[in-house]
């Protein structure tokens, strides 16, 4: 048997599916799989990642298959399972104490293998890119574009990229590619907590090319409404972002959390307790979703298993607020759709925060709310750094 139909650990790999030539329709593959779509992004080693799988099997969902088991789990989902909804896959070499830089070299073989299986986007198993790594991130495009229009290129960021500073630098290279870019954020905690980072985000959903956002949480659903062809929400913490090796290269193990509707964001199970202890018929507290049933969000804490009952609630309420952005209307309706349920959330913390010690507001409401009433554009950066991809 030929080795370039093997898969991960020898697995054979079956003949592409039929998708229509990408010369004759550079991205349309792409675009058309993965509009408006929110993808649960999962380790494919997990013990949970059937589940995960299957609650992402739903009209407007689809996985993205994490670390160095993803292929195997694709070709097994394509093959076998015939799975209708989008797969793609992301080897995760930007994480970690040994993670690879931006100018390490693409696996051919994991870019042929995913062609093989016909998935709607390639994605290269690409390295990190540091903030002061212009030429590793110009790399990764340039590479790319060299690779054909079914490829995406992988840009795993250190935030500050979206910085000013650095932000017309990183608009100008991927304008210049003209390739699609998935991206994903680097971060202790949250990587939209500051107001550069994003309009940053915005800036750069503006440029001409698709955009896959990885690695996200509740902002996932405000890339949508700016523009973003797809984006992923992680089903624990650290599969919602990627953490700076200075914290022990993503070893962190943080409390389980759950998006709480109302306030349109993830918050820790212990305080989801604690807090509604003070009011327990309050609204916030309660959920009509098809896990909860109805149940106090409370119940979510005393589960068998917390992080996998977080989640199973978490992803019903992120479509179910992605079903009420995209019921607005074109770009600009959803986008205030976005900015006023980002607002009304902002209050609502703020209520809790006048009645609960140590309650924090989380801070990408508000720069997401202010996006609303700001009329900078920032589709048209400031005069860029130099450097040109060659």
Not at 113 to 125: E, F, K, N, S, T
Not at 354 to 360: G, K, L
Not at 366 to 373: D, E, I, K, M
Request: glycine residues 8%; charged residues 25%.
């Amino acid at each position: 048997m030929n080795s370039d139909n093997l898969g991960p650990e020898g697995v054979s790999v079956v003949e592409p599916i039929s998708i229509a030539s990408a010369a004759d329709a550079p991205y349309s593959r792409l675009k058309t799989a993965l509009a408006d779509v929110l993808l649960v992004q999962a380790d494919a080693s997990d013990a949970h990642i059937d589940i995960a799988i299957e609650r992402a099997n739903r009209a407007g969902g689809g996985i993205v298959l994490t670390g160095e088991k993803a292929l195997q789990k694709a070709e097994h989902l394509v093959r076998v399972q015939r799975y209708k909804r989008p797969i793609l896959v992301d080897r995760s070499r930007y994480t970690g104490k040994n993670r690879l830089p931006a100018s390490a070299a693409f696996d051919a073989g994991w870019i042929r293998r995913q062609r093989l299986l016909g998935l709607p986007a390639v994605i290269p198993d690409g390295g990190y890119v540091d903030e002061h790594d212009e030429d590793g991130m110009r790399s990764v495009l340039r590479r790319t574009a060299e690779l054909g229009p079914d490829v995406v290129a992988p840009l795993f960021l250190h935030v500050r990229w979206l910085h000013p500073e650095n932000l017309p630098c990183l608009v100008e290279a991927v304008t210049e590619a003209g390739v699609p870019i998935a991206v994903a954020l680097e971060h202790l905690d949250d990587p939209l907590g500051t107001k550069w980072a994003v309009y940053g985000l915005v800036a750069l959903l503006q440029v001409h090319v698709p955009v896959l956002l990885l690695r996200c949480d509740t902002s996932s659903i405000g890339a949508l409404a700016y523009g973003a062809a797809a984006a992923a929400v992680g089903t624990r913490s650290s599969l919602r972002h990627f953490y700076p090796t200075s914290d022990g290269g993503g070893g962190r193990s943080p409390k389980p959390a759950a998006v709480v509707e109302r306030l349109l964001s993830y918050v820790h199970l212990d305080k989801i307790d604690q807090t509604a202890q003070l009011d327990p018929d309050h609204p916030d507290w309660h959920c009509s979703c098809d896990w909860c049933n109805g149940r106090s969000l409370q119940a979510l804490a005393s589960a068998p298993d917390p992080e996998l009952a977080a989640f199973l609630h978490s992803i019903e309420i992120l479509h179910r607020i992605r079903s009420d952005i995209l019921r607005a209307g074109d770009l600009a309706a959803r986008r205030q759709a976005w900015t006023e349920q980002c607002s009304s959330a902002q209050f609502k913390h703020m209520d809790i925060n006048d009645t609960r010690r140590a309650w924090n507001v989380p801070k990408y409401l508000g720069h997401w709310a202010g996006r609303g009433n700001d009329p900078a554009d920032l589709s048209a950066p400031a005069r860029p750094r130099q450097g040109r991809l060659r």
